[in-house]
């Protein structure tokens, strides 16, 4: 048997070529006859287009067309999008309403400017906190509705449960909203040509790209060819092709010519989606001794008009956390005028962990028990809402672990009791929690005559690791070494494995290659006893054995290689498919685990900084450690992110003030101590047969609680606000 390969560190086999600027993203693809689109965003928060006047822009040079509401394309609005420039509405400042075409971007980008706009304006919403009153129920989401109220036998309501709790706590928490801030800029390249488009942008799956598409293009999805092998980070922002791409793709068919838009950095942020910020109310009840005896968590959210928030706090984690016979969820949404709210990483997670866990760290304080035990006290061995039992949990196990490894032994309990120089430390803790989503998908692998596989489906590589995940598990199953095995992703022509959103790229696509790499090597063997000129013609494929590269028989064996030159061939390939069965009706299937984190609170101007942070995390069997670290230490470094940097500020006007990468404060090396991250091994094959659960949003859940609830160990101060600023602490 070869070395097992699943399981041991590797580099991203994409690596060079990233470093090196030999990765194509979207926005670096040319063609001959390219023009430039440059958006024109709106500079009112809401209200209506009177009139525009494009005159100048239009006779300005190289300029080609300029698009507004009154002269666009159609786009069909697809649900849950907006369909750019197909009406005089304004919801949101920095929104886009007009497309300026011409020959060069500067061109494009100089008449951009001289388009002028007459707004009739409307008084924006934009304070949760002040719109609170017109907040209402959100719809059912994954069938679960937006009140969900269990009660244990003859209690009234979680009001009298709560009530009749020897101890409670109730604080209300907010979150401040986000942008995704990927790396690379919203942008898109697009051609048409003879009714057939090609699409080169950041998406989290060609797929559902090719069907939105189709659907705002109004062409059936053969007419679209989506191209997109390297994505420069997305978070959920690019899931759904957003107003440049469906724009570049129009433009390209009304102008027959290749269009590119790429949005600024400022654009960006204002022109596509957010994660909103949030306003949560949690209510703990408990016995003397910890137990849970209720909870109430009550979250709101920012919506988009005809829409539906997308971070829904309460219901992803009170509703599945803690075992606690009384509960009550209540999720609302209010509509803003902001850019379109939507799923980012953890949506919902990453909001109601702060509150759950930061109200968690307050129940330990008011009962004066250890907040590790605390929460080992109440952990649920069996799904509260679903009340089905997990299919793997070990969080007890992360919580000792994690305890251990991190010296929580040395936590005091007394704030501002310990002092270094002029800094107060302290530590605090909080739990992840993660569900697990697995799609169906198919993969091709091949086997090739020069001693190389070959693996393929359409799934996205967002930076996450995918590019080496696919060559891994296939090395895996084929006992063959990583470098022989060539991946191949992101174009629409592969067989489809879906989006990767939800944490489900390796546990969707890591079954279906070890489908395809069996069925690969049963048609090897086939042809090897059908084929003439084969060594082992005329034999029963029973007799024959395939094990890491070589095929034996009786009294012989050779490499793959050998024996398809020997047949005439130049490979074989096969495709294989793996989808979730009825496993789900039986088990929940969650990732879970523990958050360390360590702080320093300056004891004259209140600044906080992290000092060491631990991750320990029960995610099933783990593919490629060096990768699926990185997406854990990524993860909890957001989650330090959101505890202490990053906001959208919005003035009263409704202006983003904020909207570029000098004001969006996100951590520099500096804001970030070393992040140690351990991984439990325990695979989950109830899941899927690979074992493994979701990575990609774990790590940022509870990072932001832990670190406040750090804070309030080093200085006895409760910050129910992310971020956590000096100004707070003082
Ligand atoms: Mo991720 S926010 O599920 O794309």
């Known amino acids: 048997m070869a070395e097992p390969v699943v399981g041991r560190p590797h580099n991203r086999v994409d690596g060079p070529l990233k470093v090196s600027g030999r990765a194509a993203y979207g926005a670096d693809h040319s063609y001959p006859r390219l023009v430039h689109g440059y958006a024109v965003t709106s500079t009112i928060a809401h209200g209506v287009i009177r009139a525009m006047d494009t005159s100048t822009a239009e006779r300005s040079p190289g300029v080609i067309a300029v698009y507004t509401p009154f002269n666009a394309f159609t786009i069909h609005p697809v649900e849950g999008l907006r369909a750019p420039l197909q009406d005089t509405a304004v919801a949101h400042h920095g929104q886009i309403v007009a497309l300026v075409v011409a020959e060069s971007f500067e061109q494009a980008r100089a008449a951009a400017f001289t388009v002028e706009v007459d707004y009739d304006e409307r008084r924006p919403a934009v304070s949760l906190a002040e719109e609170e009153g017109n907040a209402r129920p959100i719809p059912p989401v994954m069938g679960i509705p937006p009140v969900v109220t269990r009660l244990a036998d003859g209690v009234p309501s979680i009001t009298a449960a709560l009530a009749d709790s020897h101890i409670t ?3 209300a928490y907010t979150t401040a909203p986000q942008a995704h801030a990927a790396m690379e800029p919203y942008s898109a390249v697009v051609t048409w040509d003879d009714g057939r488009f090609t699409v080169h942008n950041g998406t989290q799956g060609v797929g559902l790209q090719v069907q939105t598409l189709a659907q705002a293009l109004g062409v059936t999805t053969d007419d679209i060819h989506a191209v997109n092998p390297f994505v420069g980070g997305s978070f959920g922002g690019k899931y759904r092709p957003n107003a440049e791409v469906q724009l570049a793709a129009a433009a390209a068919r009304a102008l027959r010519r290749p269009v590119k838009v790429v949005l600024t950095r ?5 022109g596509t989606v957010i994660r909103s910020g949030t306003r949560q109310r949690v209510s703990l009840g408990a016995a003397a001794d910890g137990t849970l005896t209720a909870l109430s968590h009550r979250a709101l959210a920012g919506a988009v008009a005809d829409r539906e928030s997308a971070e829904l706090s309460a219901q992803r984690t009170s509703l599945a956390w803690y075992a606690v016979p009384n509960l009550e969820v209540r999720q609302t949404s209010v509509p803003l005028n902001t850019p379109d709210p939507t799923i980012m990483r953890a949506p919902g997670e990453a909001s109601g962990s702060f509150a759950l866990e930061s109200a968690m760290d ?19 061995t069996v799904h509260p809402y679903s009340g089905l039992p997990f299919s793997g949990k070990h969080l007890v196990e992360c919580y000792r672990l994690g305890a251990e490894r991190f010296g929580w032994r040395r936590r005091g309990t007394r704030p501002r009791s310990r002092l270094d120089g002029e800094w107060y430390t302290g530590m605090g803790m909080a739990t992840s929690v993660y569900p697990g989503f697995r799609n169906p998908a198919t993969v091709k692998v091949g086997l090739r005559a020069d001693g190389t596989a070959l693996v393929s489906c359409d799934t996205a590589d967002l930076g996450t690791g995918m590019w080496t995940v696919l060559p891994v598990v296939a090395a895996h199953s084929l006992g063959l070494p990583v470098r022989r095995v060539e991946p191949r992703l992101g174009d629409s022509e592969l067989s489809p494995a879906g989006s990767v959103g939800g944490s489900c790229g390796v546990v969707t696509v890591g079954p279906a290659i070890m ?12 042809l090897a006893v059908g084929e003439p000129s084969s060594p082992f013609h005329g034999l029963d494929p029973a007799d024959l054995r395939y094990d890491s590269g070589r095929v034996s028989g009786p009294g012989r064996s050779m490499d793959f290689d050998d024996l398809l030159e020997a047949m005439g061939r130049s490979g074989v390939e096969a495709l294989g498919t793996a989808a979730p069965g009825d496993e789900s009706e039986r088990y929940v299937f969650d990732s879970f685990g523990a958050q360390f984190v360590e702080v320093r609170v300056n004891r004259w101007t209140g600044e906080i900084r992290v000092s060491r942070a631990l991750g320990v995390m029960d995610a099933g069997r783990i593919v490629n450690p060096k ?11 957001w989650g330090i992110s959101a505890a202490l940097h990053e906001g959208l ?26 992040v140690d991250v351990h991984f439990l091994d325990h695979p989950d094959t109830r899941f899927n047969p690979l074992g493994s659960r979701g990575i990609g949003e774990l790590g940022i859940v509870g990072t932001a609680a832990a670190v406040a609830n750090a804070v309030h160990n080093a200085t006895g101060i409760r910050l129910r606000e992310l971020p956590m600023t000096l100004e707070h602490v003082l």
Not at 660 to 671: K, T
Request: proline letters at 4%.
């Open 362 to 380: 307050e129940l330990a304080v008011a009962l004066r028990m250890d907040p590790v035990r605390l929460r080992i006290k109440n952990n649920a």
């Open 515 to 526: 489908a395809a790499a069996h069925n690969a090597v049963a048609a090897l063997l086939s």
């Open 169 to 171: 706590v109730s604080a």
């Open 649 to 674: 500020h919005l003035d009263a006007s409704g202006h983003l003030v904020n909207a570029d990468l000098a004001n969006y404060l996100i951590p520099v090396n500096a804001d970030v101590p070393e």
């Open 627 to 637: 990768t699926a670290r990185s997406q854990i230490v990524g993860g909890m470094i």
């Open 266 to 270: 400022e654009q960006s942020f204002t």
